[in-house]
């Protein structure tokens, strides 16, 4: 138990065990200086950004509704194709629209892609049921060909009749409804009808009838973030120092220019071309388009080399090479609702809500920013660098276990770094020195030779 240990230099004159210390010593120098030290930046502390995004989107877009004569044009503004979704740092740009209806609270046939909403006669109705909860249709059959529509939402609550030339229960809620059907339906808004009646049928007209919005392709989206590393207590803006307000009214992004490779304006077609997404399909079925802000900073140097770059990614589930078909987790589509006004004459009394109700496809753009700084810090670098030299002794330890295991001379090397002193009180005994010369007799072989 009471025992003092103390180091040995025992010199083994092997030329392979030798030159493969030398080679491990060389390697684990290099990883230091070359990998810890240039590339992870072993010698700096890092903090990571905090960030603030702000965005807008900047021009007109017009369309045309086939197959009417009259009023077929359509004007949209930021106003109208630019929305602001529940998260944070994104936003969502109109692509198409699918359907318009101008509804107000009545009754009205439940929407035909409601599954449990289907009926022959009243008693398929049960007053106060809300349809969407169940596939099963009451009437136990199905049309011929008939596609279910597992996401199919009820729109009101059953009055308990059937609108049997509809063979959809009678609803009281926002009428008339619109069918998940991709199609324009007979609550589109007739400028010659002043009232709109439950009883109207639910015309289909060709899914073709809205055209994407192509010229949401040619609109500019103009990103502003700012960050801030509180470690180091430092600040930056992508419009950088450099850029005069008339560079960054006419600059569009550019990631092969020295300068535009910086400017904050982005062209929806480049996106979606950077991004790797199909344009026809995008456009026509709506989509998800991530845009990443990355700064990497290195403070021991100017600021001014601290710059954002940008980078593009579609995050669509891209299952399906046809055009004009979805697999899943692809396309992006939702309802948007404007309040009206009331269609009654003013001073009569009475008030009746009216609103108008898109069914719209999009894209829906997610803004990512991501930042980390680093400086020089002693206390930092004094630690790696002490770990560096504790991965030397890793050299030793690899040549001392092929020593001691693995060669003929094994066990006069493992005598070698052993001495053993005995203090007693007779005298003072101890073990022979051995003395490895390998100069005055012939080295042996080993297994490594």
């Known amino acids: 138990m009471l025992q003092y240990e103390m180091p040995k230099v025992v010199v083994v004159q092997h030329r392979t065990v030798a030159s493969l ?99 022959f006669d009243d008693r398929h109705c049960k007053p106060g049921y809300i349809g ?15 596609v279910i529509d597992t996401e199919a939402d009820a729109h009101g609550i059953f009055t308990g009749r059937c609108v049997k030339h509809m063979e959809t229960c009678e609803i009281y809620g926002w009428c008339p409804v619109q069918e998940d059907l991709d199609t324009l339906h007979a609550g589109v808004y007739k400028k010659r009808r002043k009232f709109w009646h439950p009883e109207d049928d639910a015309k289909e007209t060709g899914s073709d009838v809205f055209e994407p919005l192509y010229g949401v392709l040619n609109l500019t989206i103009t990103i502003q973030n700012m960050i801030e590393f509180p470690l180091f207590n430092i600040s930056r803006y992508n419009l950088l120092s450099w850029m005069t307000e008339e ?76 055009l004009d078909e979805l697999g899943p987790g692809e396309g992006s589509l939702i309802d948007v609702a404007r309040r009206l006004g009331s269609s009654l004459p003013i001073g009569s009394g009475k008030v009746e809500q009216r609103r108008l109700l898109y069914k719209v496809n999009g894209i829906q753009f997610l803004i990512r920013v991501t930042g ?15 770990s560096n030299l504790a991965l030397m002794s890793l050299a030793a330890f690899i040549c001392d276990f092929i020593l001691f295991h693995c060669t003929r001379k094994r066990k006069l090397y493992v005598k070698a770094t052993r001495n053993i002193f005995l203090e007693t009180k007779a005298a003072l005994a101890y073990t022979p020195i051995i003395i490895l010369d390998s100069i005055s007799r012939k080295e042996e072989p080993s297994v490594l030779d």
């Open 247 to 322: 560079y960054l009214r006419h600059c569009i992004y550019r990631p092969a220019d020295r300068l535009d490779r910086y400017c904050p304006n982005f062209r929806i077609r480049d996106i979606l071309l950077y991004a790797g997404a199909n344009t026809y399909k995008v456009m026509r079925r709506g989509g998800v388009i991530a845009i990443t802000i990355d700064w990497k900073c290195n403070l021991d140097f100017s600021l001014k080399h601290c710059r954002p770059r940008y980078g593009f990614l579609h995050l669509d589930a891209q299952d399906s090479d046809v």
């Open 132 to 146: 969407g909860q169940t596939l099963l249709s009451p009437t136990r059959e199905l049309p011929p060909n008939w």
């Open 21 to 119: 210390n030398r080679i491990l010593q060389v390697i684990i120098v290099l990883y230091f200086f070359i990998f810890a030290m240039w590339w992870e930046k072993a010698y700096q502390r890092f903090d990571e950004a905090l960030s603030g995004v702000r965005f807008e989107v900047n021009g007109m877009v017009t369309s045309r509704i086939r197959g009417v004569d009259k009023n077929s044009d359509i004007l949209l503004d930021s106003a109208d194709y630019f929305l602001v979704p529940n998260e944070v740092n994104g936003f969502f740009l109109i692509t198409r629209l699918i359907a318009v209806t101008v509804q107000k609270h009545g009754q009205c046939a439940e929407a035909r892609d409601v599954e449990d909403a289907r009926c």
């Open 372 to 386: 980390e700084a680093g400086k020089f810090n002693l206390f930092i670098f004094t630690m790696n660098f002490g």
